[in-house]
């Protein structure tokens, strides 16, 4: 029997690409796992993305077949925000919009019972500003996972000032069960990784902009010269241009710092439709294999 305060069951909020990818890996983690979306169509989208990610663990030989059964079987998928109530914790991985993460961590406070603790999976805005909203501020923390989530070993675990050392020491738990290296972070915007990846990121779009190299030459050069698996350029591509220059937004409203200020060129190619690898086109075409550099007419 589990101890009292230990969890033991699972409630993500959100079914896009990170939230997927965070129920596939409490799912797998052997926690019976409850996915809410708004929409049955966002649903099987999620769903059939952790099916093919499973498929691929599995082809691979990192994955026995009669885990990926378990893991299906212990994933639901519900419209239905009430399902999440008996859940020992709740993950938000929706849009980084404040507005809305605090509506539904009020709804969820009315739902939820007291024990439950509540965790937003923000890449960027302060932990503290949606506990204060949550009702539960003493059981409020950061759970920062990174993409792709079932691969990826690292997860920033963030406590506000007001979350008991009870509830942060649970969380912790919990990400060390899913066999992720948890690290923690002050509640700051960035945490640590954005915190020094962002500025890294504009910087070499600033490059580019500034005609220091062309975009094979800058991921090369810091593929070789630094031993990074891709380049900064295709990593962009990879997290979302629009993404990026969101994150680099709110980070510049909390620090006031010229380096997180998204450069010119990203506004651009973001005003454009190029968001990278979802999208199609970023720096890269990904209509051709391997992707080809675009010409960006610089």
């Known amino acids: ?22 129920a ?34 599995v082809e691979k030989g990192k994955l026995d077949p009669s885990a990926r059964e378990g893991a299906l079987e212990r994933l639901r998928f ?39 603790i509540f965790a937003s999976n923000t890449s960027s805005l302060p932990i503290g500003s949606m506990a204060s909203a949550s ?19 690292l997860v920033e675990v963030v406590r506000p000032v007001t979350a008991s050392r009870e509830s942060f020491e649970r969380v912790m738990t919990f990400a060390r069960r899913l066999g992720k290296e948890a690290i923690v972070a002050r509640d700051r915007s960035g945490f640590i990784v954005n915190l020094l990846l962002v500025p890294y990121l504009l910087d070499a779009v600033r490059a580019l902009e500034h005609g220091v190299a062309s975009i094979p030459d800058i991921d090369r050069g810091m593929q070789l010269g630094c031993g990074h698996p891709m380049g900064p350029l295709t990593l962009l591509d990879f997290v979302g241009l629009d993404t990026t220059a969101r994150i680099a937004d709110i980070m510049f409203e909390e620090y006031r710092e010229a380096r997180y200020a998204p450069p010119p060129l990203l506004r651009r190619m973001v005003g454009a439709g190029l968001f990278g690898r979802k999208s199609g086109r970023g720096f890269y075409d990904y209509a051709s294999d391997p992707p080809i550099p675009i010409d960006l007419g610089l």
């Open 78 to 116: 519900t419209t239905d925000i009430a399902e999440l109530a008996q859940c020992g914790i709740v993950i938000e991985a929706v849009t980084e919009d404040l507005a809305l993460k605090n509506r539904l961590w009020s709804e969820l406070d009315t739902l939820c019972p007291a024990p439950t």
């Open 1 to 22: 029997m589990a101890p009292i305060n230990e969890i033991t069951t699972v409630g993500v909020l959100g079914c896009g690409l990170m939230g997927s990818g965070i």
């Open 135 to 153: 009702g539960r501020p003493d059981r409020f923390v950061g759970l920062h996972f990174f993409n792709p989530v079932p691969l990826m070993p």
């Open 24 to 57: 596939q890996a409490a799912a797998t983690g052997g926690f019976p796992t409850t996915v809410r979306d708004v929409s049955e169509e966002l649903l099987a989208k999620g769903r059939a993305a952790i099916e093919k990610s499973l498929a691929k663990l």
